[in-house]
């Protein structure tokens, strides 16, 4: 209980976090994050002996939110206006947050974990259930395809820019 | 180097997953080749912008840790687990207990195969349904085990020839007599 509970105020943030940039599970991503902690603790032997137990919470916590999405018969989608209403001082910033919107689900929870969570394609794998050579061929589709949207997307950025000024 | 590698190798160094030695090859290879050296500028500037996007703005105020739900599931599963090796008892009581009422069963009348004494054998025959009248004399006839049952010498204790029921030891005793 002591080991889950350190846990808990190491990984809770990051994980509390990971369900609050979700729109469809925002709302309730203080009862996920309680949620993933109980399910930890019924699979507590597997958590003890896992190469990270961060990464395994992930893993937990991507199921709980599944779940969650299930059960109110909910897809994840991308809020917008939660973009639009954060800081609107860097277009570049904003065209990429655009951009990440506009992934593929399966390269936007890669790159994010990589990006945001600071996890190693290794936790990634084992979050994702997926092998490493998959992760590393998600972010790098990712990381490219956002090169593509950033380039395409200049002229807009030039406008917007003209338009401020 | 082509394109994709040269990339696939600046993404990587630009997450943090490059070892050291490839790093450094790498870095190698930047210094002397200009445009390699834009492009890789290119993606971490990217990646940097990316970090950026991505960062954490939550208002990451934690609750305090669920125990009691905590506590509350551990009851559960102790619980689950209790019935579930009741369960489990009980199957096997009653696998036991029906494995015994079907050998207790009286399942063999009417089989002839698996009788243990005359007096049941003749039971089962007299209970059995009327055969054809040739095999009244066939080999497993009535007629033949009544017959035959007559011709036996009966095995009694008042004849000339006793059996007696003596331990080896005291035969070994008696041939030394002998």
């Given amino acids: 209980m002591k080991q889950l509970e350190t846990l808990y105020r190491e990984a809770g943030p990051a ?100 990006l945001q969570h600071e996890l190693t394609y290794e936790e990634i794998a084992g979050v994702l259930d997926i092998p490493i050579g998959t992760v590393r061929s998600r972010l790098h589709h990712a990381m490219l395809a956002l090169r593509e949207e950033l380039n395409s997307s200049q002229p807009t950025k030039e406008l917007y820019e003209n338009r401020k000024s | 180097m082509k394109t994709e590698n040269l990339e696939a190798l600046l993404i990587d160094r630009g997450v943090g997953e490059l070892a050291p030695a490839t790093a450094e090859l790498l870095d190698e290879y930047l210094a002397s080749n200009p445009a390699a050296a ?13 970090g950026e ?23 559960e599963m102790r619980w689950r687990g209790q019935i579930s090796q009741a369960l489990k008892l009980a199957a096997c009581v009653a696998l036991g207990l029906s494995i015994g009422l079907f050998s207790m069963s009286p399942r063999n009348v009417g089989s002839i195969a698996t009788v243990s004494s005359p007096r049941q054998y003749i039971q089962t025959i007299s209970a ?51």
């Fill in chain 2, 128 to 178: 059995m349904p009327e055969k054809k009248a040739e095999s009244a004399s066939g080999f497993w006839s009535l007629a033949r085990f009544e017959a035959r049952k007559k011709v036996a010498t009966p095995i009694d204790s008042t004849g000339r020839y006793q059996l007696r029921l003596e331990l080896p030891l005291s035969l070994q005793k008696l041939e030394e007599k002998l």
């Fill in chain 2, 38 to 50: 834009a492009k890789a500028r290119e993606l971490s500037d990217m990646l940097g912008l990316a």
């Fill in chain 2, 53 to 75: 996007a991505m960062r954490l703005s939550c208002s990451c105020e934690l609750q305090p840790f669920p125990r009691e739900a905590i506590t509350h599931e551990r009851r």
């Fill in chain 1, 15 to 114: 994980l509390l976090a990971y369900f609050q940039r979700r729109p469809a599970l925002n709302a309730v991503a203080e009862d996920l994050l309680q949620d993933t902690f109980v399910r930890a603790f019924k699979q507590l032997e597997r958590l003890k002996t896992s190469a990270s137990p961060r990464a395994y919470l992930f893993g937990i916590a991507r199921h709980v939110g599944f779940d969650a999405l299930r059960k109110n018969h909910r897809d994840e989608e991308f809020d917008e206006q939660a973009i639009i209403t954060e800081e609107r001082s860097n277009p570049r910033l904003e065209l990429m947050r655009r951009a990440i919107a506009a992934l593929p689900s399966a390269q936007r929870e890669a790159l994010e974990l990589k």
